[in-house]
């Protein structure tokens, strides 16, 4: 889509500007929360994520989804524990966050497919792409949870070169693996 073409969809100017500024740049959206849950916001949110794409812009999605974990959590009578915020995650806990992420990515790459993006889902896992150790908080073992330490951007570049919109599901590798 053309910038001109944006200009009859009656932008405001600092839209306008925004696109302008950012054409053929990659932009990497946190997408989570509550916006994930209800489906008019996801709705709106992949339909602003389409807009930026055929504007000219590279978006990368990088997904959360704690709602749909403790949703899973629950329905199989999994305590959810958290320490300062962050989920405590036995090996248990990982399964099912894994399965909820993984539920999760599909489905936006399905509706981002219907606003005519083609996307590919992946996890940080994937060709070791986020690299991560172990996280404690105030010395406390919180599991498998892990802090990024570096990200290898090679199969997201690949994808973009492709004009494919990766949708990053944020789980990562440590060095055991």
């Known amino acids: 889509m053309e910038i001109e073409s ?6 405001k100017p600092e839209e306008l500007q925004f696109i302008k500024e ?12 509550s916006a994930m849950t209800d489906e008019n916001i996801k709705k709106n949110v992949v339909e ?24 899973w959590l629950s329905r199989l009578g999994i305590e959810n524990k958290f320490v300062n915020g962050l989920r405590v995650t036995d090996e248990p806990t990982l399964e099912i966050a894994e399965m909820a992420l993984s539920k999760l990515n599909k489905e936006l790459v399905q ?3 219907s606003f005519g993006v083609k996307s590919v889902g992946i996890s940080g896992k994937d ?3 986020i690299k991560v150790s172990k996280r404690y908080s105030d010395e406390t073992d919180l599991g498998y949870v892990g802090k990024i330490n570096n990200v290898d951007n090679s ?13 990053i599901c944020p789980i990562g590798l440590d060095e055991n693996y």
């Open 6 to 11: 944006l200009i009859n969809q009656a932008m």
């Open 22 to 33: 950012y054409q053929n740049k990659i932009v990497v959206v946190k997408y989570g929360g």
């Open 48 to 71: 602003d994520l389409a807009l930026l794409k055929k504007a000219g812009l590279k978006p990368i999605v990088v997904h959360g989804g704690g709602k749909e974990i403790n949703k």
């Open 111 to 113: 509706l981002m497919e």
């Open 127 to 129: 060709a070791g792409t």
């Open 155 to 167: 199969l997201i570049m690949m994808l973009l070169e492709k004009d494919i919109t990766p949708i």
